[in-house]
């Protein structure tokens, strides 16, 4: 029982985002994929690269490439060589993708109050720290696994 719930909620919550990403997608005039690989590097720095989203999203690297592409087209990113190593590209939100990427945060905002409706503070917190401990425990198996 606790596997189907599990396996419901992961595919539910992706489903319910990309719902609520529809209606900006259209305004934006971007592809789903496209404002998912936007907001990623937005929202994580540290991850800067086409192969961090290929890994850390699980997208294919023909779908990130021709959506990275698209968004250096339409001037929402720029390449730049990697410090110290000229093969490799960083890719960096330019001030354009500013608007949409403010636009995609307030939407992610009201994406977490939805979901976490009813939720008291204290409920919140636990399923947070819950969380972080799954994580924790994800990661050293993955280590383990090397």
């Known amino acids: 029982m606790r596997k189907k719930v599990s396996i419901e909620f992961a595919h539910n919550f992706f ?4 719902i609520q990403c529809r209606s900006l997608c259209r305004e934006l005039r ?35 490439s021709v959506n990275v592409e698209r968004l250096v087209q339409e001037g929402y990113l720029d390449r730049r060589e990697f410090p110290g ?4 590209t960083v890719l960096v939100c330019t001030e354009k993708a500013r608007p949409a990427i403010q636009k995609g945060r307030e939407l992610q905002n009201g994406f ?9 503070a204290a409920s919140r917190e636990t399923f947070h720290r819950v969380m972080e401990i799954v994580e924790h425990n ?3 198996i993955l280590k383990g696994s090397e």
Not at 30 to 51: E, G, S, V
């Open 85 to 88: 190593d000229r093969r490799k």
């Open 15 to 18: 489903q319910a985002y990309c």
């Open 112 to 120: 977490y109050e939805a979901v976490f409706r009813d939720v008291d």
């Open 30 to 64: 971007m592809p789903q994929t496209a404002f998912d690989i936007l907001m990623f590097l937005a929202n994580n720095p540290d991850y800067n690269t086409a192969k961090d989203i290929v890994e850390l999203r699980g997208l294919k690297a023909n779908l990130v």
């Open 138 to 140: 994800l990661n050293q």
